[in-house]
């Protein structure tokens, strides 16, 4: 499914097109995936519709693919053919500068991520440097494993961020794929903590309830309680300030998303500095993901025998996934069933 050319959601319900490619070949250094399964992320979105626009088109967007190693570069040695493998938004980094010799890959200058800078997994198949693909635990299946990629790692990297201590509250504005795997990974590290989940659709409220979330309500209301930290997945900036004026003194907002709307950025002007700002209140962005945070979350995941809830869709109806994703139609994860 490529993407042609770039345009609004709301007036162009098929932004993909089905066309038939000669299979991609692996580099030395690379490896060739035959793709099963590809999840759907809100950054496909920003991609689609400008915000984060793709360096060239056509290009073949997804960033959570889980599929079989199908060919391997002279030089990569890393995994057999027939070994299960994924891919996550970090396609590649340089490797040397400041920010990679530390282990902050994800804010290399030279980052490049998969389903934008090259192409993704809503394809049958994709080429990966074999650096930047990870085994898949067992126990999972293709289409469980795929939203762990995305939305369960920044939410794991989210969810660091917040420094969060067990027995504190914690507040998720927005409650897609990844805020439901951060609720399940919370339960498990910080059997204390308290979460209030801030959702706008009443299903959505609902799911987060069943996951055990001890509070729920709309994205604009103030919680019962004032929150230690807050994770915002939202595209929007009501929720922002909404969030800042639910913080406890010294509590810390951190914002996991790649770009946000224009659309309600005037509700910035209601900042209102003793209320959402004063008493050392932060504002932290997340950006990107690294190796480590894939690899140490599959591990988590493994260990906590976490279930993503998913929904399938056949490849060739990713529009109709992200249309439903933009209309904020979300019950967990959306995957792309591949072959
Ligand atoms: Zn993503
Ligand atoms: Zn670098």
């Not at 570069?73 to 010799?101: M, P």
């Not at 961020?161 to 805020?179: C, M, V």
Request: net charge negative; proline share 6%.
């Amino acid at each position: 499914m490529v993407l042609n050319r770039l345009c609004n959601l709301k007036e162009n319900h098929t932004p993909l097109t089905l066309k038939e490619l000669p299979d991609p070949e692996p580099e030395e250094n690379e490896i060739l995936v035959k793709v099963s399964a590809c999840g759907v992320c809100h950054t496909e979105l920003d991609e689609i519709e400008g915000r984060t626009p793709p360096p060239r088109l056509p290009v073949i967007l997804g960033h959570q693919a889980v599929g079989i190693v199908d060919a391997c570069g002279r030089r990569a040695s890393r995994y057999k053919i027939g070994d299960r493998v994924g891919i996550a938004w970090i396609y590649s980094a340089c490797g040397e500068c400041k920010f990679c010799q530390v282990g902050d890959e994800n804010l290399c200058p030279d980052f490049l991520a998969t389903g934008r800078d090259a192409d993704g997994g809503y394809a049958h198949y994709m080429t990966v440097p074999e650096a930047y693909a990870y085994c898949i635990p067992d126990g999972f299946s293709d289409s469980e494993a795929a939203p762990l990629l995305c939305a369960g790692a920044i939410g794991y990297r989210s969810l660091r961020l917040t420094g969060l201590q067990d027995g504190q509250n914690l507040g998720l504005t927005g409650f897609g794929a990844s805020g439901h795997l951060v609720l399940m990974m919370v339960k498990h590290r910080y059997p204390n903590a308290r979460v209030f989940v801030f959702a706008r659709s009443v299903e959505q409220r609902e799911f987060a309830e069943a996951l055990g979330a001890v509070w729920v309500g709309d994205t604009a209301v103030k919680s019962p309680e004032k929150l230690d930290c807050i994770i915002d997945t939202t595209p929007a900036w009501k929720p922002v300030v909404t969030a800042l004026r639910n913080l406890e003194p010294g509590g810390r907002l951190v914002v996991n998303a790649i770009r946000k709307e224009e659309a309600d950025k005037d509700h910035l002007l209601q900042l209102d500095y003793p209320s959402h700002l004063w008493l050392e209140k932060e504002i932290k962005s997340v950006a990107n993901v690294t190796r480590k945070d894939v690899t140490e979350f599959l591990s988590l995941a493994a260990e906590m025998g976490i279930r993503p809830e998913f929904q399938e869709y056949p490849l060739e109806e990713a529009n109709k996934a992200l249309v439903e994703l933009k209309r904020g139609k979300i019950q967990g994860a959306k995957v792309l069933k591949i072959q």
